[in-house]
């Protein structure tokens, strides 16, 4: 199944039959970029998932640690 055909799919099959009347046809962000109802894999550019990575793994894009600062107390700095 491809990412289009997948979140065609989605929507048909889980979102259509319990969506209410909305708030609002489309929802934008200040800057003025239409948001979707949900994301998912087939909202990124093929291959993301690979240069993205795993937290605390290089490239480091998600974070120098794996669990990132859960169990870590607060701290501050100045």
Do not use: C
Request: a positive charge.
């Amino acid at each position: 199944m491809s990412r289009d055909t997948s979140y065609r799919h989605w929507l048909n099959t889980t979102f259509k039959p319990f969506e209410g009347k909305q708030r609002r046809e489309v929802f934008t962000t200040s800057s003025g970029f239409e948001l979707d109802p949900v994301y998912g894999p087939w909202s990124v550019e093929e291959g993301l998932e690979e240069r993205l990575g795993l937290p605390g793994e290089p490239p480091f894009a998600r974070g120098p640690y794996p669990t990132m600062y859960r169990g870590r107390f607060w701290t501050m700095r100045q």
